[in-house]
């Protein structure tokens, strides 16, 4: 059986962004996974967005909560997540869709226990800047 991916997206005041970030994860090439979009009592239309995206496939959850902030919002998703392993994706970010399947590969082939991936930030001037946030830790 391949291993579950929890993805835990915090959702607060993105509604021109969360569209976005949903469809990279519903198209990833790794399908085992579920989407658990924390609604952090968003004074937008982000409540009923993220209701219609439940609404459309099975392996999305909403958990809908007073505004607590991202911490908070991560650790509401993290108490519903049921996946083998937690991927954190913040609503107004997308990620390339294989991504999963990327990690997936790190944490089994390279016995790995932690994996961080590297961005790519858009400027507002249409130049992008490469970050390198970490690399895998051994077991």
Known sequence: ?????SIIVPVFKVEKELDRCVQSLLKQTYKNIEILLVEDGSPDSCPEMCDAYAQKDMRIKVIHKEN???????????LQAAGDYI???????????????????????????IVV?????????????????ATPLPA
């Open 68 to 78: 607590g902030g991202l911490s908070d919002a991560r650790n509401a998703g993290l």
């Open 87 to 113: 991927l954190y994706v913040d609503s107004d970010d997308y990620i390339d869709l294989d991504s999963c399947e990327r990690f997936i590969r790190a944490m089994l082939e390279d016995n790995v226990d």
């Open 117 to 133: 991936g590297n961005a790519i930030m858009h400027k507002r001037n249409g130049n992008e800047m490469m970050m390198h946030l």
């Open 1 to 5: 059986m391949e291993k579950l991916i």
